[in-house]
C-alpha cells in the first residue's frame, strides 16, 4: 500500500513539474509578444505623428486628430497577433491615403498656376510679319542706311514682343541682300544696309524666306 502511495505521489509530482515548465515557458513566449507588440505601437505612434505633420503642412485640419485610447493593465491590452497585423495593414492604408492627397492638391496647385497661361493662349493666335518683310519696310522708310544693331535696336523698339538679335537680324538682311532687296556697303569694319526699291514693282513687299525662331542662334556673317 506505501509502495501504491509513493508511485502515485510520484507521478503527481512529475505532472506538476511538467505543468510548472509549460506554464513558464508560455509566460516566456507572451513577453516576448508583449514586447514585440509595445515595439509595433510605438512605430505606429511614431507613423501617427509623421502623418499629423503631413496634413498640417498641406494646410488641412479640419479633422481632428483621434486621441490614442486610454492605457490600461499589461494583461489586458495586449492584443492577437492577427490583431497586431489588422492594425499595420490599416497603417499602410493610411499613409497611401495621405500620399495621394498630397500629390492631388500638388497637381491642383500646378494646374491652377498654370491657367492663367493658358487662358491668355487664344489671344496670340495672329500670325507674326516675318522678320524680312519688318527689315525691308525699316529700310525703306530711312534715308539713309542703317547697321544691323540700329536695325534690331529700331525693331525691338517697334515690336518688343519679338527676341530680335543683332545677329538674327544681321543674317535676315543678308537674306535680303541675296534676293536683292538690300543693299549691303562696308565703311572699315562697319557694315550697312539700304533698301532697294525696283521701279517695276515699288510697293511690292519681299517674299517671306523660310521661317526661322528668332531666339534660335544662327551664325554671324561678316
Known amino acids: 500500500m506505501a509502495a501504491q502511495e509513493q508511485t502515485l505521489k510520484s507521478q503527481y509530482v512529475e505532472k506538476v513539474t511538467a505543468d510548472l515548465e509549460l506554464n513558464t515557458a508560455e509566460q516566456e513566449r507572451i513577453r516576448k509578444e508583449i514586447a514585440s507588440l509595445q515595439e509595433h505601437?510605438?512605430?505606429?505612434?511614431?507613423?501617427?505623428?509623421?502623418?499629423?505633420?503631413?496634413?498640417?503642412?498641406?494646410?488641412?485640419?479640419?479633422?481632428?486628430?483621434?486621441?490614442?485610447?486610454?492605457?490600461?493593465?499589461?494583461?489586458?491590452?495586449?492584443?492577437?497577433?492577427?490583431?497586431?497585423?489588422?492594425?499595420?495593414?490599416?497603417?499602410?492604408?493610411?499613409k497611401a491615403t495621405a500620399k495621394r492627397t498630397t500629390v492631388k492638391k500638388a497637381t491642383a496647385v500646378k494646374a491652377a498656376a498654370k491657367k492663367p497661361v493658358a487662358e491668355k493662349a487664344p489671344a496670340s493666335k495672329e500670325k507674326p510679319v516675318p522678320l524680312t518683310e519688318l527689315i525691308h519696310q525699316h529700310l525703306s522708310g530711312q534715308t539713309e542706311p542703317k547697321t544691323a544693331r540700329e536695325i534690331a535696336q529700331a525693331l525691338t523698339t517697334a515690336h518688343p514682343d519679338r527676341n530680335l538679335s543683332d545677329n538674327l537680324v544681321r543674317t535676315t538682311t543678308e537674306r535680303l541682300v541675296a534676293r536683292s532687296l538690300a543693299e549691303r556697303a562696308k565703311q572699315g569694319s562697319t557694315v550697312y544696309y539700304t533698301a532697294i526699291q525696283h521701279s517695276n514693282t515699288p510697293a511690292e513687299a519681299p517674299a517671306a524666306v523660310p521661317a526661322q525662331a528668332e531666339n534660335e542662334p544662327v551664325a554671324t556673317t561678316a
Do not use: C, S
Open 41 to 94: 505601437l510605438t512605430a505606429l505612434e511614431q507613423d501617427q505623428q509623421l502623418l499629423i505633420g503631413m496634413r498640417a503642412a498641406i494646410g488641412d485640419t479640419t479633422v481632428a486628430v483621434p486621441a490614442p485610447r486610454p492605457g490600461k493593465k499589461t494583461a489586458t491590452k495586449v492584443a492577437t497577433k492577427a490583431a497586431g497585423t489588422k492594425t499595420a495593414t490599416t497603417a499602410t492604408a493610411k
